[in-house]
């Protein structure tokens, strides 16, 4: 799997309390396949991944992080538990994958070139210094283009395909304005707009952050698949547009951002302990 900011993707969840209709047996089941799945496309590490993206909370919010100090480390740490992001995880895809896309995409992504691309994928989710690494993959693209290569192209149709539904910006408003009103309800920061006003100022800021995040994608897939060859890249672009494909990635894309967004509300509720509040 590819960096968060090209996933992105807002569903609703199934109900967890619907897991008492369906028998022990078949749930014990299906968790075995769908823990084998998450390790074989490295859904697992992008799980693991969004606990990074906390390090940009305290300046969505206009505040010093430094501030915080060591106790901003614990809290983050207690909030994007990893084992409960995988709990979560697993337990909505033992209602929503069907065994048919599960078996599609682990027969793919078991491959020999699914799992060097689950190998690259997963090195760049963990990579900490995410700037460092856009400013790379820009200076990779830019490259590309000087050359006249087909692979800037190859690397469009993978983030299309990746985002085939387009819901990738909604997701990132969504998750910005649930954080913004948790922070507001906590007492994190005084909000002077409501959800109405902040859809609005979002709305009008569309064009840009839509470009911002088609740039963003396009430089992080030219940095992770840097050392594969032009048909390797198309060999994955055509394996990620066949239909069974789309339906895992659309599944995958809903559960990881939904679960930023949760996690992200929760941490706005801690971090009431952590700073008193301000202005924004």
Known sequence: ?????????????????????????VVAANRDRVEAFLTTTGFDVALESIALASGSAPQMLGIDPDGFG?????????VFDTEDMHETAVTILEQTLSDEALGHAV????SDLGQRLVEAENASHMIDDDEAKQLEGQEIVAGLIQD????????????????????????????????LLAASASGVIDLQ?????????????????????????????????????????????????QPLMQEVY???NAIQ????????????????????????
């Open 1 to 25: 799997m590819t960096y968060l900011a090209r996933r992105f993707a807002i569903l609703f969840l199934v109900p967890l309390a619907a897991l008492v209709l369906i028998p022990l047996q």
């Open 70 to 78: 060591s106790d901003w480390t614990r809290l983050t740490e207690e």
């Open 107 to 110: 027969e793919f992504y078991a």
């Open 148 to 179: 006249g290569s087909q692979r800037v192209e190859s690397l469009k149709r993978m983030n299309r395909a990746i985002d085939s539904t387009g819901t990738a910006l909604r997701a990132l408003q969504e998750i910005q304005l649930r954080f």
């Open 193 to 241: 707009l409501g959800a109405d006003e902040l859809r609005q100022m979002m709305k009008r800021n569309e064009t840009a952050m839509r470009q911002s995040l088609q740039l963003s994608a396009l430089a992080g897939a030219a940095y992770t698949y840097q050392e594969f060859s032009d048909s390797d890249v198309d060999a994955y672009v055509e394996a990620l547009e």
């Open 250 to 252: 659309e599944l995958l």
């Open 257 to 280: 951002y939904e679960i930023m967004a949760m996690k992200f509300e929760i941490l706005a509720a801690r971090m009431a302990d952590l700073h008193p509040a301000q202005d924004i």
